[in-house]
């Protein structure tokens, strides 16, 4: 606050918060409830775009071949890169101290912190877009594709300050609606062009079209968000030419170390190193993975706005408490998803796509090696999120970066994509055990329940042994039916037996959401607890 009237010290993203004086009215409001339902929204939101993204990428690969496909997917990792390059940092800056503003009962700021970020973002936006418009007037092949790409990626860019003020304040319904419904829209519209001859550049066109219609309407219910929370306008220069600059360059290199990591850089090396077709075959397999880690990593994300409104109120034992239990039913979730996919996937992929895709199914394998891992280290980088620190992140960033693009080099040129998928599994091995360690010593004792994952982790591998054996004995389609009901089978008589939640988390989820789906929630929380 201005004119020394505030108490508080000014915000600093490694200050402790036992000594602040905390407003308790946003605090009280981040419960467990307000988490997980903010979960299952940002979860629905996820979930049907990733699904659309692999409906439309089959039909991608069917009208387009292996060798269009190929390219199609290079362009679209090229738009990524830059969208996540040069928004991802600041966007999650911005969310990050929106929600510490809320917990302090700051909000006044809000307003001069948008303006501030929206002023950088619209000038990368034009940088990022430009990019690629400029690559294809060079002669980049196709080259209207490469044009309506940069179009796409400049829309998306400057979408992202709209969504972090969104995510920060906790509006994680009506973020998640639009985003729903915008999808859905773009779904049909991106099938009919390809059906109609529209290639690679209708896809595109299609995305770019999309992109737009998102920006106007996330846009107007941020600016709605904000005036209805922060009616007053109290500019804090000091929190954007301090720690929110620092920390918003910090995940910005964060984001240039998860270009290398977590997105696919492998996709340069297969262009330079291996055909298109390889290039196709390592995409589908990424996304079926990615499609795969939504779940702990949607449930995580929400969590970090919340451990950030906690921060700010000082509220730490409840942050600690929040991490742990977050890790127990992440990781209880993960264990089963993780046996399933290993089971059925690779001939779900062969089925979808067809014969000359059936080599995906390999390449996944790989990258699903990990997935038991992801939940731990989403919550952990919430948590640190949360409390901004950045430093050590990009400290490990650095060095599992290195390690990714030597490990391309040496394996790409002739193990191809199965070569491009052992190189980032192993690099993001080389990431989340440090994370995870340091998170863990920063925030004190965490309580995992090791025999509660065990029980978990037989009843997982005896479900996937079930579904493995029954693709393995009929294949195709008939497998693939026989199989999940093999596994749901197994699995649900173990996990009952066995128990699989603690009584404790257990109780959590039936006080937190046992009422939802007509206590359905409820119920099978108590059936699966011991």
Excluded: K
């Excluded at 090396?269 to 779940?295: K, Q, R």
């Excluded at 000082?314 to 977050?326: A, H, I, K, L, T």
């Excluded at 089971?343 to 067809?354: R, W």
């Amino acid at each position: 606050m201005s004119g020394g009237s505030d108490p508080r010290p000014p915000i600093e993203p490694t200050a402790d918060p036992a000594r602040e004086v905390a407003p308790q009215d946003a605090a009280a409001a981040t419960t467990g409830a307000s988490v997980l339902g903010g979960g299952i929204w940002q979860l629905a939101s996820r979930l049907w775009p990733q699904a659309a993204t692999l409906i439309l990428s089959v039909a991608a690969a069917r009208f387009l071949g292996p060798d269009d496909f190929g390219r199609q997917s290079f362009i679209a990792f090229v738009s990524i890169c830059a969208i996540t390059f040069l928004s991802g940092g600041l966007s999650v800056a911005v969310m990050r101290y929106i929600a510490e503003l809320l917990g302090r009962d700051q909000m006044a700021a809000v307003p001069g912190l948008v303006r501030w970020g929206l002023s950088i973002q619209l000038g990368a936006a034009v940088v990022g877009g430009g990019a690629l418009v400029v690559t294809g007037m060079l002669g980049a092949i196709p080259q209207l594709a490469w044009i309506l790409a940069g179009v796409a990626t400049a829309i998306s860019i400057a979408q992202t300050i709209p969504n972090a003020v969104l995510i920060g304040t906790q509006r994680f319904r009506q973020e998640s609606i639009i985003g729903l419904v915008t999808d859905s829209i773009g779904l049909p519209l991106t099938i009919g062009v390809l059906a109609a001859g529209g290639g690679i550049a209708g896809i595109f066109g299609a995305q770019a079209a999309v992109a737009a219609m998102n920006l106007v309407w996330t846009s107007f219910a941020a600016r709605s968000t904000v005036r209805e929370r922060a009616p007053s306008d109290e500019p804090r220069p000091d929190l954007w030419r301090g720690p929110l600059t620092r920390f918003a360059i910090y995940n910005t290199l964060i984001g240039l170390l998860t270009l290398v990591v977590w997105r696919r850089s492998e996709f340069f090396f297969l262009d330079a190193y291996s055909t298109d077709a390889e290039i196709g075959l390592y995409s589908i397999a990424f996304a079926t993975a990615a499609a795969l880690a939504l779940v702990p990593e949607t449930l995580a994300s929400v969590m970090a706005p919340a451990f950030a409104t906690l921060f700010g109120a000082g509220r730490r034992d409840r942050m600690v408490s929040g991490f742990g239990r977050g890790m127990r039913i992440l990781l209880a979730l993960s264990l089963p998803l993780t046996t399933a996919a290993v089971a059925l996937v690779p001939t779900l992929i062969e089925v979808m796509y067809g014969s000359d895709f059936a080599a995906s199914g390999d390449v996944f394998l790989v990258m699903v090696a990990l997935f038991p891992l992801l939940p731990i280290y989403q919550v952990c980088f919430a948590v640190l999120t949360g409390m901004g620190r950045a430093a050590i992140p990009l400290i490990l960033g650095v060095g599992a970066a290195v390690l990714n693009i030597g490990l391309d080099f040496l394996l790409i040129p002739d193990l191809e994509a199965i070569g491009a998928a052992l190189a980032t599994t192993l690099s993001q091995i080389a990431v989340i055990v440090p994370v995870v360690v340091y998170t863990i010593h920063l925030t004190g004792r965490v309580r995992l329940d090791p025999g509660t994952l065990a029980r978990g982790a037989i009843a997982s591998v005896a479900a996937g042994g079930a579904g493995f054996a029954s693709v393995e004995a009929l294949g195709g389609l008939a497998g693939l039916v026989v199989g999940s009901a093999a596994w749901l089978v197994v699995f649900g008589g173990l996990a009952v037996t066995l128990g699989v939640l603690s009584r404790d988390d257990a109780r959590w989820i039936d006080e937190t959401a046992g009422r939802r789906a007509r206590g359905l929630i409820g119920r099978l929380a108590r059936a699966l607890s011991r």
